[in-house]
């Protein structure tokens, strides 16, 4: 499984991997929607554009944006297409076009406040990314 929930005291915590950079960012967008509540087939795609000094920053903010995103259109996060990740002279930039779909009037949903940095980790090692993330609800 490319993404998985992970046990938490307070908080919602999942690992996603991927063999690439921008693999692994799109399997967290699969993630982040699980947490949430799964949308049906994300018809509706939305830009994204973050820059960060950092891998973790940039984890930070790509979440944050999802959640912005969600809050902000009524919709939920589905999936990412086309991510693109790079270096750049400040840290990196992330491009993607995140799928989302309709909020189920009936549905039920989990709000989710804010990333945070606790226990966060981006890593490569063994041929693998792996990304750790903590999300506030």
Sequence with gaps: MPYEILEHTADIKF????????????????????????????????????????????????????IFLQDTEGVIVCEAENADIEETDKGYRLTADILT?????????????????NEMKVEHGDGEWVIETVLDI
């Design 15 to 66: 690992r996603a991997t991927g063999e690439t950079l921008e693999g692994v960012f799109s399997e967290a967008v699969k993630g982040f929607g699980a947490v949430v509540g799964d949308g049906e087939t994300g018809q509706v795609g939305y830009d994204i554009e973050v820059e960060s000094e950092n891998l973790e920053a940039l984890l930070f903010d790509f979440m944050d944006e999802l």
């Design 101 to 117: 779909d309709t909020i189920d009037p009936g549905g039920s949903y989990l709000d989710v406040k804010g990333p945070t940095y």
